[in-house]
């Protein structure tokens, strides 16, 4: 039995880990090629370089900490070990990555879980998330403290000579904002509920707010302080998000936040992460609209 007390989330979050490291991941994504690299990772996926390289430098930051005892990324979904203490980090390096060559918005996703275990447990243990997005501008969106009193969702940008700044405080997601982001659109032709949903959004004049890319298409809802990301799957369009590097964390700043995260059977938090490749349906945003996604969300198909 290790009776060490786990080591600060500060030392996760503060520079030079994992920030600083980002400004690596925005560079190689204005300097990489676009092109794939004839590889594709363990799950299927095709990779780019971009990729690539974005992956090798988020694991250097993590073992740099010393505060990461497991890692696990898209690209090499496996547990490694880090030689670490106190947390373990499951990310996405570059979600979003087939819109790169569209010079698109792309971001990056972490879950931080204690201890050296990732899966076999729900989104819930998490105890802080993030994302970065590099876009016009390189952003990173922290949020910890779910489940305690006082959540909180901090947002930082990137300025001149690699500095963070500190740009909003308190994040909060509420109701009353009408955009939406309809992820998997070709599911609403065999999910009838999902099919209505839309129609509705475009009867009531909801606007249209969608990139194809999970990190912007969720910094629109928080930046907004609301609306909605949809999710729904079908029998012909299946999940593709992954439970561990993709949907955990995002609903965990989504909550955080203030807002709802729910999937085909309730809260998106709750599911337990059975395996590293693990893929699911999910719906992000404001309460309310979140609540009116649910008869969607339930029919989808896993």
Known sequence: MDLRAPPSLTALTSPPTPHSHLNRAQHALRTASTAETGTSNDLGDRQLA?????????????????????????????????????????????????????????????????????VGRPGSDQVAAAYALYGPRTLLVVAGGLGGSSPVCQEFTLGEGGAWALARDGIAIGDGVRTFAPANLRAAAENEAYGGLVRR?????YTLRYSGALVPDLHHVITRGGGVFCNPTSAGAKPKLRLLY???????????????????????????????GAKGPVCLGGKAEVEACQEAMRSSVV
């Open 201 to 205: 959004w475009l009867e009531e004049r």
């Open 50 to 118: 971009a990729d690539v390289v974005a992956d090798e430098a988020v694991l250097k930051a993590l073992r740099s900490s010393g505060a990461v005892e497991t890692a696990s990324s898209e690209e090499q979904p496996h547990d490694i070990a880090l030689g670490g203490f106190g947390y373990s980090v499951a990310f996405d390096p570059l979600d979003g990555s087939s819109v790169i060559p569209a010079g698109w918005a792309v971001g990056s996703i972490f879950g931080v879980w204690p201890g050296s275990q990732l």
């Open 246 to 276: 993709e949907v955990a964390p995002l609903a965990y700043v989504t909550v955080a936040a203030g807002g709802a995260a729910t999937d085909e059977a309730g809260p998106a938090l709750d599911k337990v992460i059975a395996e590293h």
